[in-house]
């Protein structure tokens, strides 16, 4: 049974950090793209951040504007695991982290296209 199982989240002040895991298994991800979107109360699912497969060492990250330079995102290809390092955290950025992984192109999750795998989330909050 493939599984994606978050874990990291909490509550932070703003300002603060956290890091995201999400643990693959039940298969191999290692030519999939994986990524992270979220959901605030209220709110209809948004991209957060993926990063691509690679044969090799060079991934590529692609983040959205709103995170963009505060949120980074990495992989560990031998675990199946990505990573969501959060800094300079705003009550804004409260919300389910869900992780995602999906043979479409990291590069092109920023539209919300259907993924095929997604975990359960983990709620950030981020208090002022």
């Known amino acids: 049974q493939v599984q994606l199982v978050e874990s990291g989240g909490g509550l932070v002040q703003a300002g603060g950090s956290l890091r995201l895991s999400c643990a693959a298994s039940?298969?191999?991800?290692?030519?999939?793209?994986m990524g992270w979107f979220r959901q605030a109360p209220g709110k209809e699912r948004e991209f957060v951040a993926s990063?691509?497969?690679?044969?090799?060492?060079?991934?590529?990250?692609y983040f959205a504007d709103s995170v963009q330079g505060r949120f980074f995102i990495t992989r560990d290809r031998t675990i199946d695991a990505v990573y969501l390092q959060m800094n300079s955290l705003k009550p804004e950025d409260t919300a389910v982290y869900y992780c995602?992984?999906?043979?479409?192109?990291?590069?092109?999750?920023?539209?919300?296209?259907?993924?095929?795998?997604w975990g359960e989330g983990t709620l950030v909050t981020v208090s002022s």
């Open positions: 995602a992984a999906g043979r479409l192109p990291a590069s092109s999750w920023s539209g919300g296209a259907a993924l095929d795998y």
């Open positions: 039940g298969r191999t991800f290692s030519t999939y793209a």
């Open positions: 990063i691509s497969w690679s044969s090799g060492y060079a991934f590529y990250a």
